[in-house]
């Protein structure tokens, strides 16, 4: 038994500890936030991560120190390396916590990305502008996620306007993708070095915001090696420990990584009932250095994410193979409040609960596309 310690208290420090509970460890998780939905699940130290004093307190009550937000600042991840083991280490996060770093690590490690410039004046901005072209997409270098902090520019009179939405801090202008899809490799790596990766999954956003992710794919069996070799070299470059997901745009045949999150991922969430293992336990496992769990899928998972606040639980529960996830969070405008992941034996099966759900939920709009990705 054993006592994690999560820097956040999101749903996914929840789902972490709901994973942990039956192999029999404890969590405490240290948050500022009036209500973090983890706290509903596991202890709560009520504190800002740069109060040394409450993360003195914090070290002092855990085995080990985990993340379930990329955006802990680094150096609070740092400091705290001198008194609690942290994974994954505090330069793996500080590279994934700026896109600029993390598109150098992946140029360096050999994986294509979309072109990129840094932009830190509107002179930049137009210098890159007319080196990678138009469109493309102005994001700032940190803090950014879920489609959060970025403009697409479309035409030079965009150039000007995107500077004074954005300009102001460290910037990153990238060619805009006209993908065919888009795909995650969410992989683990454990302390002791073993590396396993659950199956390439699909995902679909509407407003920069995962709407549905589906797992495994048929007819992706190059384009899944070449991603996993990829997740494996950064694992190995950046002694990651823990678990991550590698984001990737699929083009013409051609893998771009678009970002990398440093924690256990919402294209992973399918994982808890489509794998014998899933990311947060896996997570768990690879940070105590315990072995790491099965990754294979069983049978065919999709995971339809509750966006601003949750649809009628009635017809979900309805499906026989569908679960559902409830984070006990208010609802609020773009906020994740839950997800339901639907579970088959084959395709057909799954396409045919997707219609239903979405027919009886009105989100026929949400289903749609993977219903058609099933064929
Ligand atoms: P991000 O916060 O970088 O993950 O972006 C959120 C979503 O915006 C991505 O999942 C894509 O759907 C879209 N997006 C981001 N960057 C690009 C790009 N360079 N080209 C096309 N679409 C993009």
Known sequence: MATIGILGGGQLARMLALAGAPLGHRFLVVDNAEDPCAAQVAPLLHADWRDRDALVEFARRIDVATFDFENVPAETAHWLTGHVA?????EALATAQDRFLEKTLFTGAGIGTPAFATVDSLDDLRDA????GLPAVLKTRRLGYDGKGQCVLREPADIERAWQRLGGVPLILEAFVPFDCEVSVIAVRSRSGEFRHYPLT????????????LAPLEGFVELEQRAIAHARELAERLDYVGVFALEL?????????????????NSGHWTIEGTACSQFENHVRAVLGQPLGDTAARGHSVMLNWIGELPEAGPVLAEPGAHWHDY??????GRKVGHATLCADDPATLAAMLERVGRALGRAEQVAPVIAALG
Do not use: T, Y
């Open 249 to 265: 745009f699929v083009h013409g045949g051609q893998l771009l990584a678009n970002e990398m999150a440093p924690r256990v991922h």
């Open 328 to 333: 006990g969070k208010s609802p609020r405008a």
């Open 129 to 132: 502008c007319a080196r990678i």
């Open 202 to 213: 699909r995902n679909w956003h509407r407003d920069g915001i995962l709407s549905a992710s």
């Open 86 to 90: 942290v994974f994954p280490n505090p």
